[in-house]
T-cell receptor
Framework: AQTVTQSQPEMSVQEAETVTLSCTYD???????LFWYKQPPSRQMILVIR??????QNATENRFSVNFQKAAKSFSLKISDSQLGDAAMYFC?????????????FGKGTKLSVKP | DAGVIQSPRHEVTEMGQEVTLRCKPI?????LFWYRQTMMRGLELLIY????????DSGMPEDRFSAKMPNASFSTLKIQPSEPRDSAVYFC??????????FGSGTRLTVV
């Protein structure tokens, strides 16, 4: 069975600095999708970024980028120029089929604090 | 689009009572998922539907939980009878082929 591991329960970053959140996963499949979701105190689950395993190029969305290492089964999230609004729980998630046929398997999350 | 709409946002009920959570997915999305979030277990899938048909309900804790999707625009998750250990945030999400998942705002259920 696929699993997702986030080894950092909590992280802290200074405003305007860069922080990297770690995620590893286990799967025997070659095609799959990986996601980072943000959950602020409002509890809304917000998609931050998504990566297709068949794409070698790392996904980027403005200040958010990933380092996808397929062989190492690693999928870290880098947040540049951190802002106070980035403070939230961040969940890494794995999906086999891209969002229609399968389950999203989540890690336990990393709580990110941003210091002014 | 208004996104995935869940109701109620908060629910407090007494042990033994029936609880019904509701979800309206995004129009045109063909898959719907119910997740439960607790501190101890994190986010776990309860059940998901594809084209209104239940595909995987292996995450449903026990027979006290049931879910229905009578049409493409509505789903319910029912707990009968409710117990304190059912207290959690319940999320509904919908998706379209390769379109990713969109989550509702969740229902915080407290069973006292």
């Amino acid at each position: 069975a696929q699993t997702v591991t986030q080894s950092q329960p909590e992280m802290s970053v200074q405003e305007a600095e860069t922080v990297t959140l770690s995620c590893t996963y286990d799967t025997s499949e070659s095609d799959y999708y990986l996601f980072w979701y943000k959950q602020p105190p409002s509890r809304q689950m917000i998609l931050v970024i998504r990566q297709e395993a068949y794409k070698q190029q790392n996904a980027t969305e403005n200040r958010f980028s990933v380092n996808f290492q397929k062989a190492a089964k690693s999928f870290s999230l880098k947040i540049s120029d951190s802002q106070l609004g980035d403070a939230a729980m961040y969940f890494c998630a794995y999906n086999q089929d891209g969002g229609s046929q399968g389950n999203l398997i989540f890690g336990k999350g990393t709580k990110l604090s941003v210091k002014p | 689009d208004a996104g995935v709409i869940q109701s109620p946002r908060h629910e407090v009920t007494e042990m033994g009572q029936e609880v019904t959570l509701r979800c309206k997915p995004i129009s045109g999305h063909n898959s719907l998922f119910w997740y439960r979030q607790t501190m101890m277990r994190g986010l776990e899938l309860l059940i998901y539907f594809n084209n209104n048909v239940p595909i995987d309900d292996s995450g449903m804790p026990e027979d006290r939980f049931s879910a229905k999707m009578p049409n493409a625009s509505f789903s319910t998750l029912k707990i009968q009878p409710s117990e304190p250990r059912d207290s959690a945030v319940y999320f509904c999400a919908s998706s379209f082929w390769f379109g990713g998942y969109t989550f509702g705002s969740g229902t915080r259920l407290t069973v006292v």
